[in-house]
């Protein structure tokens, strides 16, 4: 073959596929629903249609908006038109990329106040912190005043993590907790019963009795991959739950203390023994994708995951046998594990009259049923954030099985005081001081170190213990 | 090793100049090097064609066990892929990257004629100056240029994005450029000379064709870096002007089983510039193979 | 190294120049030619130097500008006596690209010798063995880590369990981290040496060759004789770019291993990252970007006289 017929048959080899992939863009886009979501089941009865709004054209401005990724934002993103609906004077501009890069970039703009953003989506680890600085401003006020928000439907511990003194920062968007899944065909196989309060000692039992490398079924999988919100949420939380602590109250590192090394050895030993190869490349995506393969025999984390593992079109084999239980526990019944995603305006803003209103917009009941609706399901609706949304006949249909659970994990946890004995600061599955995103990721790489076998878990937890100490001092919190 | 003091034949014709003499090994190898060479091309191009592959696959296909080659494709992840925006993106690279390849090869062209044929006294501490402009993580200059771009205002436009590749390419250029110009044979400079030609007209008239195959390979070059780029694109540009690797990694998302998608958007991302790099690699090796050393 | 001199041309050519130079030293412009291009490099990388050099000198959390202030040389202090995660960074950079470097130039000069020749489909892979070049380091990236190196699902770990005795099933970035980044680095910068390298060869002349094979060379004799000594100058510049590049190459470590496990893959650039954007300690990142630069001044140097002795033909 000459390389001029080559050339041209490479490229029609790559070009073909992709004009038909865009050709059957247009077939897509005549679908009422773009990315139809799994939900979109049988099972989901039709909406009641959303209270009737009157567009408000009195409000005007362009707003910026930086969006982490997740796919309730991205459904949030498809229902612009609808906020336009009633917005009309509003221009909204969005900026969506995955969590780390968004946090960077949304970081980088609020630290210094450069005014790119007028509304971003962070954490409750972020919010009290930079309303301490000054940079964000109070949104809840307005938002309790207004009648159509429903503010006392939001829950009660969800807003505690935005509070900075008795000022509301942020909106939750969505909201989770910490739960444990787990395979129902696998335990009825092997003659087990997951109690709907496991402690972590029964997990290690399941999981060493379920534990089938060979066969490609691991017992126990968990988050290893390094990073404060990934490996060091699921650590912090079982730290918490084993009654342990980050730091004692003068800001003493308590790593190397008895149950907060017990929890950690815990947790290296556990997936050593029973985890999946390779555990400390996974985060949640990927541990996830090993659920849904049917690799995980239990699965400890986010109580957003059940909507997704339970979907037909997720997880087309185990959808039926996912099983649901609270975070395991050990000293204290529950790890406190809580996390949102917010909305909250910067408080350099020059379009606050248009801001809030998106954000009221993105994080009212009405929003979640206009997504519903216009979805045709739950699958990418934002949920954890309102009790409204457990009382709703449309998602117990799909959710029975895990409802109850959240709900009560999510008023359960109380991440203001999170551990056994007094700690100086707050956070369920993080510690709330600037330092912890790095301290989070070193202390964790520690440990993964300790998850390969490159070093032992003393070592690992020693290491750590003087990070944390090093940070405490460097940062002027211990004398 | 006095093996040969072959004076390269002087090119009269300046259109001609480019290494017509030269040429690959004529000699035609065993049909043992064939398998060997085809085999190690394989394998190397393999964790390309699998990407390829995957983006066709169902997202559990992608994920099943054996590996699949052969399976029944779907246009189902493209679909996903290129149901938000992907043109803008498309966009902004195409201009960001040829954009600041032209600056670069504006900027860079002179200066290297400069440092090849007017040498100053200190051209090679010059030369070193630009090489050393990429010594500098970039994580480590990130705040700095931050601030500097929010106070020009240049935090999440074209025109930020464009001046950091400019500064990112240029060295390269100017190091591979100035070889290309040191390839030009001196008799040429001299009749050029005789002919009392002005710098413009003996640039482009004369000297700029001759190492036509070397510019083209800068640029070539200077795109593919430009393009690929990631860091600055996510730090500085990504609110306003998003190029192609941040459409890329929007589908890292906390979703799960997400490789297939990832395939997909990975080959979208990369296409262009692959398929440039397919069509233009005689291009690159002729044009590095005037010079290059020097 | 007869050889190699007698292909130096700019030694000839700066034999003639001076002369040369005086009689085009009448056009004032020439030489001046230079210079937008050193004003542009100088107010676009120097200005963010110069104000880096300044932060590094500064206590600076972005997340708590309350504790603000002038720390004089404590950043530096702290990476030098009290940080580990520097001096392994460093041991690591130096791995990383002596590794990296030197296996890409062995892959490459592979690479060109085998497309150096005729043979069906040359064209062809030639165009495979370009490819991994032009793609993405992002995507690239992401491909190895998932679809190649996964140790449940990775193609690499299936074929090794299929194929060899034992079902081996390594868990690549977990237990050989350094090895597994320097390959994926290889496979990506091989094609560039190959590139230069090829260029090297092909400016061998067809002459040259044929009076060796008249002389009743063996093919590993030309090898020896003629190509490696005429191809050590595209070697060094191989050498010289790729150390110049890989150094910076942070997105397969940010998106393979997080510079982990532990800090076994953290390389200087990768700290700067963990410091600067992940800790926001605009200080102790800007630091640590200083000494990247007085470090990579000093190691170029060295490289680049080296190099300049070896042009001179030792």
Known sequence: ?479 | MAVATTARPVVRQPARFAIRRRGANKEQASALWTVVAWGVGLLAFFPVLYMFLTAFKTETAAVSLPPRLIFQPTLEQFRTVLSGDFLPFFRNSAIASLVSTALVMLLAVPAAYALALRPPKKWKDILFFFISTRFMPAAGVIVPLYIIFREAGLLGTMRGLIILYTAMNLPIAIWMLRSFFEEVPKDVLDAAEVDGANVMRLMTEILLPMIAPGIAATIFISIIFAWNEFFFAVSLAAAGTATVPIFMVKFVTSEGLFWAKLAASSTLAVLPIVLLGWVAQRQLVRGLSMGAVK | MAVAQSRVRPAAGRQAGPSLLHRLGHQPLGRLLVLPAIIYAVIVTQAPFILTIWYSLQRWNLQRPERRGFAGLDNYRTLLTRDPSFREAILNTFLFVVGAVLLSLLLGLFYAELVNRKFPGRGIVRTLLITPFLIMPVAAALTWKNMMLNPIYGVVNWVARTALPGNPSPNWLGHFPEPSIVGVLVWRWAPFMMLILLAGMQSISEEVREAVRVDGATAWQEFRDITMPHLSRFMQLGGLLGTVFIVQEVDPLYMMTKGGPGNATTTLPYLVYRKAIEGSNVGLGAALGVIVVLLSIVVITLLLRALDRMMRGV
């Open chain 1, 1 to 479: 073959m000459s390389r001029r017929s080559f050339t041209i048959t490479a490229v029609l080899m790559v070009l073909v596929p992709l004009l038909t992939a865009i050709a059957g863009r247009g077939a897509l886009a005549q679908d009422a629903t773009p990315g139809a979501s799994p939900m979109a089941s049988p099972g989901a009865s039709p909406m009641a249609s959303p209270a009737a709004l009157e567009p408000d054209p009195s409000i005007s401005g362009t707003i910026d908006v930086g969006m982490v990724g997740n796919p309730q934002m991205v459904a949030l993103q498809g229902l612009l038109p609808e906020f336009n609906r009633l917005y009309p004077n509003v221009t909204v501009n969005m900026t969506v990329l995955p969590e780390n890069e968004i946090r960077q970039t949304i970081t980088q703009d609020i630290t210094n106040q450069s005014g790119q953003f007028d509304v971003v989506t962070i954490g409750p680890f972020e919010v009290p912190l930079w309303a301490e600085q000054g940079w964000l401003e109070e949104v809840g006020e307005e938002a309790a005043a207004d009648p159509n928000y429903a503010f006392d439907d939001i829950f009660p511990s969800m807003l505690a993590g935005l509070t900075y003194e008795e000022g509301v920062y942020a909106l939750p968007f969505y909201g989770e907790s910490g739960m444990t899944f787990y395979r129902k065909d696998l335990f009825e196989a092997a003659g087990l019963e997951m109690p709907e309060r496991p402690t972590w000692d029964q997990i290690a039992e399941f999981g060493a009795a379920l534990h089938d490398p060979d066969n490609g079924v691991y017992g126990v999988c968990l988050r290893g991959l390094p990073g404060w919100g990934e490996q060091a949420a699921i650590v912090t939380t079982m730290i918490n739950a084993f009654g342990g602590r980050w730091y004692d109250e003068d800001f003493n590192a308590q790593l190397e203390d008895e149950d907060s090394a017990a929890a950690i050895r815990f947790y290296v030993d556990t997936l050593r023994q029973y985890g999946p190869p390779g555990v400390e490349q996974n985060g949640f995506t990927e541990t996830e994708t090993l659920f849904v393969q049917g690799r995980c025999a239990q699965w400890y984390d986010a109580t957003s995951a059940a909507e997704l593992i339970t979907s037909p079109q997720e997880n087309p084999e185990y959808a039926d046998q996912v099983g649901f239980a609270f975070s395991p526990s050990k000293k204290l019944p529950t790890g406190n594990w809580l996390w949102s995603w917010n909305f909250a305006m910067a408080s350099n803003s020059d379009a606050k009259d248009a801001g809030t209103a998106f954000m009221k917009w993105a994080t009212s009941r009405n929003y979640i049923q206009t997504v519903v609706a216009e979805e045709g399901g739950w699958g990418r609706a934002p949920t954890g954030s309102r009790a409204s949304v457990y009382q709703d006949p449309s998602y117990l249909a799909i959710a029975s099985g895990f409802a109850d659970i959240v709900i009560d994990s999510i008023n359960e946890a109380n991440p203001n005081e999170p551990t056994e004995e007094p700690v100086p600061y707050t956070g369920g599955q993080f510690v709330r001081i600037p330092e912890f995103t790095s301290l989070g990721n070193d202390a964790s790489q520690e440990w993964a170190a300790a998850l390969v076998g490159d070093q032992s878990v003393d070592d690992a937890i020693s290491a750590a213990n003087e990070l944390a100490n090093q940070v405490a001092i460097d940062a002027g919190y211990q004398e």
